[in-house]
Nanobody, 116 residues
């Protein structure tokens, strides 16, 4: 079955960096678009960024442009989100997402808290 397992979240000070990872299994990772979403308390889930099988990137929230970078390692079936210059407003649960064979799949989420 399809599984998406995120890791790399935690508590970081403003201006710091984190790299999130999402390990995927149960489908042909290399042929699928992978995405990162986030959901802050009391807010709707929003797209952070997506990366196609060919490496084409779609950016989501304007607030993360120039600070967050999505990438993928097909050999490891893993998608990454490098987050730099983190701000308190980046605090959220970050989710990995894939759509495969007509179904939506979400990871369990990883908490990112930006606070001094």
């Amino acid at each position: 079955q399809v599984q998406l397992v995120e890791s790399g979240g935690g508590l970081v000070q403003p201006g710091g960096s984190l790299r999130l990872s999402c390990a995927a299994s149960g489908f042909t990772f290399s042929t699928d678009t992978m995405s990162w979403y986030r959901q802050a308390p009391g807010k709707k889930r929003e797209l952070v960024a997506a990366i196609s099988s060919s490496g084409e990137i779609t950016n989501g929230a304007d607030s993360v442009k120039g600070r967050f970078t999505i990438s993928r390692g097909n050999a490891k079936n893993t998608v990454y989100l490098q987050m730099n210059s983190l701000k308190p407003e980046d605090t959220a649960v970050y989710y990995c997402y894939a759509r495969w064979a007509g179904y939506n799949y979400w990871g369990q989420g990883t908490q990112v808290t930006v606070s001094s």
